[in-house]
């Protein structure tokens, strides 16, 4: 614990998140700007939307093309296992067996990711920069694993798990997007 009373590790997590969060806002507003649109034109367009939660519209999901069927259940193992890891689950075995889970859970959904294309007409979007750095940091991670270099296994993995699959996530679920309608829309 430091004399802030937080562990080492959640000042990681939270210091992790906060970077991911200023960057994922930074590129979004840099698409904008490469489309002509100001900083608040793009940000207006996510406050034009209104919406309320309500069950989710599963619908939605199974008319969607296969590859964000796949995309999606993928994310999904590998947020299930994600959070039990980071909780610390304890037990060399099992924490192997989630792992190894996780990191092919995670590698499908990179690759799943790079077959859609819907937030950029077609093209590939800021987006796809999660995809890049996972399918890169992924064999960084497990390559760090099997050296035993604990302490960069940790970081790479804490950094995908928050960096990627929880800013990833949470842009799901911005206005316009398939999450937003199947909770929100
Ligand atoms: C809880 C986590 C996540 C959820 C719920 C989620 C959900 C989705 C859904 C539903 C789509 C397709 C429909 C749409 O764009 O509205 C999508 C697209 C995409 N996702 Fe995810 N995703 C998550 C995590 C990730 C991760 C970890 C990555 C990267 C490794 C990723 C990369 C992408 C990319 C690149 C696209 C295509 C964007 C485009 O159309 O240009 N997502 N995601």
New binding site residues.
Partial sequence: MSDTGLSIGSRRFLRTLAVGAAVTVALVVATGAARGLSPAAVLGQFTHMTGHLHAPRLGL?AA?PVQ?QI??AA??L??AIGIALMLGLKGNTLHRALGWTWVVA?AT??IS??F?????AGG??F??L??G??LIALPMGVFAARKHNVRLHGRTMTGLFVG???I??A???LPG????QIVFG
């Fill in positions: 999901l969607a964000i995309h999606v994310v999904s590998a947020l995670m959904a990179a990711s790079l859609i294309h819907r937030a950029n590939f979007s987006l796809h999660f995809a750095w996972t990627g699959l929880l990833a996530g842009a799901a679920f997007r398939l999450m937003w």
